[in-house]
T-cell receptor
Framework: KQEVTQIPAALSVPEGENLVLNCSFT??????LQWFRQDPGKGLTSLLL?????REQTSGRLNASLDKSSGRSTLYIAASQPGDSATYLC???????????FGKGTKLTVNP | DAGVIQSPRHEVTEMGQEVTLRCKPI?????LFWYRQTMMRGLELLIY????????DSGMPEDRFSAKMPNASFSTLKIQPSEPRDSAVYFC???????????FGPGTRLTVL
């Protein structure tokens, strides 16, 4: 059974700082991993999807990496801005299934 | 291009009442997912459909919960009877056409008094 952990639960940084959010999963037989952001009272917005055959994906200031052998994914945010403040969730697909298993998320606050 | 649409956005009801949540997936998507989010348990998958057929309902908490997908553009999640512990935000998501990417709706915040 896939289990996903995100550390830290909360992170506060000054504007302009580069930062890394971590996601670990127990079942390395995943075939995709997806990062989302969730603003308070809102739904989830898809940020990046990494296929199992890929090691990383980039979109603007975001870069996500995937290391299946170690059971880890990281989301790198460059030059953080106050608008990046949100909760970031990673979801790992359970092997052989369409089910996404989510971590509890990292609440990011970027201070002006 | 409209995203996933859910209604109602907020629902307040009394214990014992029937609650019906609605979802319209993105046109052309062949998978639809229902999730529940609470502070204690985070985001959990309840059930998912492929081509309108329920594939995995192992996350449905009790027989009080049921879900249907009568056609490719509409799904319902019903709770009967509702209980205070059902209070949560319920999300619907549909799968993209490429690479299994899931897209979420805005959610329905359910409060059972």
């Amino acid at each position: 059974k896939q289990e996903v952990t995100q550390i830290p639960a909360a992170l506060s940084v000054p504007e302009g700082e580069n930062l890394v959010l971590n996601c670990s999963f127990t079942d390395s037989a995943i075939y995709n991993l997806q990062w989302f952001r969730q603003d308070p009272g809102k739904g989830l917005t898809s940020l990046l999807l990494i296929q199992s055959s890929q090691r990383e994906q980039t979109s603007g200031r975001l870069n996500a990496s995937l290391d299946k052998s170690s059971g880890r994914s990281t989301l790198y945010i460059a030059a953080s801005q106050p608008g990046d403040s949100a909760t970031y969730l990673c979801g790992a697909f359970q092997g052989g299934s369409e089910k996404l298993v989510f971590g509890k998320g990292t609440k990011l606050t970027v201070n002006p | 291009d409209a995203g996933v649409i859910q209604s109602p956005r907020h629902e307040v009801t009394e214990m014992g009442q029937e609650v019906t949540l609605r979802c319209k997936p993105i046109s052309g998507h062949d998978y639809l997912f229902w999730y529940r989010q609470t502070m204690m348990r985070g985001l959990e998958l309840l059930i998912y459909f492929n081509n309108n057929v329920p594939i995995d309902d192992s996350g449905m908490p009790e027989d009080r919960f049921s879900a249907k997908m009568p056609n490719a553009s509409f799904s319902t999640l019903k709770i009967q009877p509702s209980e205070p512990r059902d209070s949560a935000v319920y999300f619907c998501a549909s799968r993209g056409l490429v690479y299994n990417e899931q897209f979420f709706g805005p959610g329905t915040r359910l409060t059972v008094l």
